[in-house]
Protein backbone atom coordinates (compact mmCIF):
# COMPACT_ATOMS: atom_id res chain seq x y z
CA UNK A 1 0.00 0.00 0.00
CA UNK A 2 1.35 3.34 -0.97
CA UNK A 3 1.86 5.72 1.76
CA UNK A 4 -1.67 5.13 3.64
CA UNK A 5 0.13 4.94 7.01
CA UNK A 6 2.77 7.42 6.38
CA UNK A 7 -0.01 9.65 5.42
CA UNK A 8 -1.96 8.99 8.43
CA UNK A 9 1.09 9.80 10.46
CA UNK A 10 1.67 12.61 8.76
CA UNK A 11 -1.66 14.30 9.34
CA UNK A 12 -1.42 12.84 13.18
CA UNK A 13 1.58 14.41 13.55
CA UNK A 14 0.63 17.76 12.34
CA UNK A 15 -2.47 18.20 14.25
CA UNK A 16 -0.77 17.27 17.29
CA UNK A 17 1.37 20.43 17.21
CA UNK A 18 -2.01 22.13 15.97
CA UNK A 19 -3.38 20.94 19.70
CA UNK A 20 -0.04 21.94 21.64
CA UNK A 21 -0.39 25.27 19.78
CA UNK A 22 -4.22 25.53 21.16
CA UNK A 23 -3.29 24.42 24.36
CA UNK A 24 -0.42 27.05 24.93
CA UNK A 25 -3.20 29.53 23.78
CA UNK A 26 -5.96 28.35 26.42
CA UNK A 27 -8.14 27.81 23.86
CA UNK A 28 -8.83 24.31 25.18
CA UNK A 29 -12.53 23.70 23.14
CA UNK A 30 -10.26 24.01 20.00
CA UNK A 31 -7.82 21.52 20.92
CA UNK A 32 -10.48 19.16 22.05
CA UNK A 33 -11.67 18.83 18.63
CA UNK A 34 -8.17 18.50 17.25
CA UNK A 35 -7.68 15.86 18.99
CA UNK A 36 -10.91 14.08 18.32
CA UNK A 37 -9.53 14.38 14.12
CA UNK A 38 -6.63 12.71 16.09
CA UNK A 39 -8.35 9.91 17.11
CA UNK A 40 -9.63 9.15 13.92
CA UNK A 41 -6.80 8.96 11.72
CA UNK A 42 -5.24 6.72 14.44
CA UNK A 43 -8.47 4.17 14.32
CA UNK A 44 -8.57 4.41 10.83
CA UNK A 45 -4.45 3.37 10.63
CA UNK A 46 -4.95 0.67 13.18
CA UNK A 47 -7.63 -0.53 11.52
CA UNK A 48 -5.71 -0.58 8.03
CA UNK A 49 -2.95 -2.45 9.96
CA UNK A 50 -4.89 -5.05 11.29
CA UNK A 51 -6.72 -5.56 7.89
CA UNK A 52 -3.12 -5.43 5.95
CA UNK A 53 -2.36 -8.72 8.24
CA UNK A 54 -5.56 -10.42 8.63
CA UNK A 55 -7.34 -9.91 5.18
CA UNK A 56 -6.47 -11.73 1.90
CA UNK A 57 -4.94 -8.87 -0.53
CA UNK A 58 -7.30 -9.75 -3.43
CA UNK A 59 -10.34 -8.41 -0.87
CA UNK A 60 -8.30 -6.05 1.68
CA UNK A 61 -9.16 -2.87 -0.04
CA UNK A 62 -12.99 -3.54 -0.34
CA UNK A 63 -13.16 -4.84 3.20
CA UNK A 64 -11.07 -1.59 4.26
CA UNK A 65 -13.49 0.63 2.98
CA UNK A 66 -16.86 -1.50 3.89
CA UNK A 67 -15.39 -0.78 7.52
CA UNK A 68 -14.80 2.92 6.78
CA UNK A 69 -18.59 2.92 5.50
CA UNK A 70 -19.61 1.54 8.97
CA UNK A 71 -18.17 3.56 10.84
CA UNK A 72 -19.81 6.85 8.47
CA UNK A 73 -22.91 5.12 9.26
CA UNK A 74 -22.51 4.95 13.00
CA UNK A 75 -21.10 8.42 13.27
CA UNK A 76 -24.26 9.91 11.01
CA UNK A 77 -26.44 7.89 13.25
CA UNK A 78 -25.20 9.54 16.34
CA UNK A 79 -24.74 13.29 14.71
CA UNK A 80 -28.76 12.51 13.90
CA UNK A 81 -29.45 11.49 17.56
CA UNK A 82 -27.83 14.46 18.90
CA UNK A 83 -29.72 17.03 16.50
CA UNK A 84 -32.63 15.51 17.31
CA UNK A 85 -31.92 16.15 21.10
CA UNK A 86 -30.41 19.36 20.96
CA UNK A 87 -26.77 18.42 21.59
CA UNK A 88 -24.55 20.54 19.67
CA UNK A 89 -21.43 19.69 20.75
CA UNK A 90 -22.31 16.30 20.39
CA UNK A 91 -23.48 16.67 16.94
CA UNK A 92 -20.49 18.79 15.90
CA UNK A 93 -18.26 15.93 17.49
CA UNK A 94 -19.66 13.64 14.85
CA UNK A 95 -19.40 16.33 12.24
CA UNK A 96 -15.63 16.57 12.77
CA UNK A 97 -14.97 12.90 12.84
CA UNK A 98 -17.42 12.59 9.33
CA UNK A 99 -15.29 15.01 7.66
CA UNK A 100 -12.10 13.61 8.74
CA UNK A 101 -13.27 9.96 7.91
CA UNK A 102 -14.32 11.54 4.77
CA UNK A 103 -10.93 12.88 3.73
CA UNK A 104 -9.01 9.29 4.91
CA UNK A 105 -11.31 7.32 2.87
CA UNK A 106 -10.78 9.70 -0.36
CA UNK A 107 -6.93 9.29 0.00
CA UNK A 108 -6.90 5.72 0.76
CA UNK A 109 -9.34 5.24 -2.55
CA UNK A 110 -6.34 7.42 -4.73
CA UNK A 111 -3.23 5.41 -2.90
CA UNK A 112 -4.98 2.30 -3.62
CA UNK A 113 -5.43 3.01 -6.85
CA UNK A 114 -1.67 3.91 -8.02
Known amino acids: MN ?30 FVKIKINVYDVCKT ?21 LDEFREIWSASKEKAEKFGD ?13 LAEIKEKFVVLWGE
Request: net charge negative.
Open 3 to 32: GFTEFCEAKILELSEEAKNFEENYRQDDAV
Open 47 to 67: VFGVFMKTKPQESFAEEYVRK
Open 88 to 100: SKKSAVEEAKLCV
